[in-house]
């Protein structure tokens, strides 16, 4: 079974500029999230989705971070402009659906803001 | 809403020795808590998990957890640890109802270092 694919794995941009990462969940997991792991820190959930539809964003900064899920398997989370304190690994997990179901991690996108 | 708490952010052991890495949560509702562990170079995986029953809960590479109620804590025990354990370790606490409240809130992580 192949897991949670994350690309690219690494991207350097200028504040103020936009970025894009893209999340191909584990096949057949209806449950999708995107953290964000500042370095020295535990991942912080940004969004969570169900299928398609959004569960939880409470922790999305909405002015400058989006995402989305279409058709309810891949994912893309962007964020245009980004800023220096955007600089961290963002990672992306699937699950089955349920509470208590394993949470698989991709091997995350390290981006540097200079 | 949950929290966890990691108490040391280094933890370094000279091998075969043992080692319990610290982990305290609070929750006003039941809980799910669990251990990932991140390798050097690699993504988040699964240690182990508690969901209900037996407090104590293993994992295939000699791993144990015991969650205590009474003291909030889901310490992380191995009776003799490996260079291979090097990682860093995270401890994670979710709601058990399926709710906007149950996302998994994570610690800030235990870096564990093993001395030869």
């Known amino acids: 079974e192949a897991g949670v694919a994350q690309s690219p794995r690494y991207k350097i941009i200028e504040k103020r500029q936009s970025v894009a990462f893209w999340c191909n969940p584990i096949s057949g997991h209806a449950t999708l999230y995107w953290y964000q792991q500042i370095l020295g820190q535990g991942p912080k959930l940004l969004i969570q989705?169900?299928?398609?539809?959004?569960?939880?964003d409470s922790q999305l900064p909405k002015d400058r971070f989006s995402a989305e899920r279409l058709k309810g398997v891949d994912s893309t989370l962007k964020i245009q402009p980004a800023k220096l304190e955007d600089s961290a690994v963002y990672l992306c997990?699937?699950?089955?659906?349920?509470?208590?179901?394993?949470?698989?991690f991709g091997p995350g996108t390290r981006l540097l803001v200079l | 809403a949950q929290s966890v708490t990691q108490l040391d952010s280094q933890v370094p052991v000279f091998e075969e020795a043992p080692v319990e890495l610290r982990c305290n949560y609070s929750?006003?509702?039941?809980?799910?808590l669990f251990w990932y562990v991140q390798y050097p170079n690699q993504g988040l995986q699964l240690l182990l998990k508690?969901?209900?029953?037996?407090?104590l809960v293993e994992s295939i590479n000699g791993f144990e957890a015991e969650f205590n109620k009474s003291q909030t804590s889901f310490h992380l025990r191995k009776p003799s640890v490996h260079i291979s354990d090097t990682a860093e370790y995270f401890c994670?606490?979710?709601?058990?109802?399926?709710?906007?409240?149950?996302?998994?809130?994570f610690g800030s992580g235990t870096r564990l270092s093993i001395r030869p």
């Open positions: 997990a699937s699950s089955r659906g349920r509470v208590q179901e394993t949470q698989y």
């Open positions: 989705f169900q299928n398609n539809g959004v569960v939880d």
């Open positions: 994670a606490v979710r709601g058990s109802s399926y709710s906007s409240a149950s996302k998994i809130i």
């Open positions: 508690y969901l209900s029953g037996s407090t």
């Open positions: 929750s006003s509702v039941s809980v799910y």
